[in-house]
C-alpha cells in the first residue's frame, strides 16, 4: 500500500477493508479515524484549525461561517484521542481517569438537548453551533449507539489504534487488519521470545 492510499484509509477506505460503522457511528468512526499515529502528524485531518474547520464542515458538523481556534482543534484532536481510548476499552477493560476527565469536560461545555418531533420521537440534538455543537453531536452519537449496543462492536485497533466495527460473532477482533497489524504483532512477540530465549 503506497502513501496516497495509506491517506485515504478512515475516509474512502476503511482500515483492513471492512464495512463502515452503521447509521450515525460511522461519523464519530470517521473522527476517531481522522489520525493514525504510525502516520505522518501532517496527515492528520484536523491538525490544524484550517484543516479542522475543513474536516468539521464536510462532515456537516459545522457552519461556514463558524470559527475554528487552534485551541478548540486541540482540543478536538484531545477529545478524539479520548475516544479512541473508549473504543480500545471495548476490547475489554477499563478506558483509565485521563480520557474519561477529557470526555467530562467536552460534555460539560458542549450542550445537549432533547428534541422531539411531530411524531413524538425524541432525539439528542446539540444546543448551540460552531466547534462546541460538533463535539455535542459526537458526544450524542456515543451516547445513543452505547444505548443501541453498537458502541461495543467499536474497537480501536491493538496495534495503531484504527476505530473499525467488530463484525465477529463473538466480538473477537483485536487488530483493524489480520494481515498488517496482527502479523505485527505476531512478528514482535516471536523476536521477544527469541531474544529472551537466546539470552
Ligand atoms: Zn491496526
Given at each position: ?5 495509506k ?117 439528542l ?19 445513543e ?17 484504527y ?10 477482533a ?6 498488517i ?19
Open positions: 500500500m503506497d502513501d496516497h492510499d491517506q485515504q484509509i478512515g475516509e474512502q477506505l476503511e482500515p483492513g477493508g471492512r464495512p463502515k460503522a452503521p447509521g450515525r457511528l460511522e461519523l464519530l468512526q470517521r473522527f476517531i479515524n481522522s489520525y493514525n499515529h504510525d502516520f505522518p502528524r501532517e496527515w492528520d485531518r484536523i491538525g490544524s484549525k484550517d484543516k479542522a474547520k475543513a474536516w468539521l464542515l464536510e462532515k456537516g458538523l459545522v457552519a461556514p461561517h463558524d470559527q475554528v481556534s487552534a485551541a478548540k482543534a486541540a482540543r478536538l484532536r484531545e477529545l478524539r484521542e479520548a475516544i479512541r481510548t473508549l473504543a480500545i476499552a471495548n476490547h475489554g477493560g477499563d478506558p483509565g481517569a485521563r480520557a474519561l476527565d477529557v470526555i467530562r469536560e467536552a460534555s460539560r461545555v458542549a450542550g445537549l438537548r432533547v428534541t422531539i418531533d411531530d411524531r413524538g420521537r425524541t432525539a440534538e446539540a444546543k448551540r453551533g460552531g466547534v462546541d455543537g460538533a463535539v455535542a453531536t459526537l458526544l450524542g452519537i456515543l451516547y449507539t452505547q444505548l443501541t449496543g453498537d458502541w461495543a462492536r467499536m474497537k480501536a485497533c491493538r496495534e495503531c489504534g476505530a473499525f466495527f467488530d463484525r465477529s460473532k463473538n466480538r473477537s483485536a487488530w483493524c487488519a489480520m494481515s497489524c496482527g502479523n505485527r504483532t505476531k512478528n514482535r512477540a516471536y523476536y521477544q521470545r527469541r531474544r529472551t530465549s537466546t539470552r
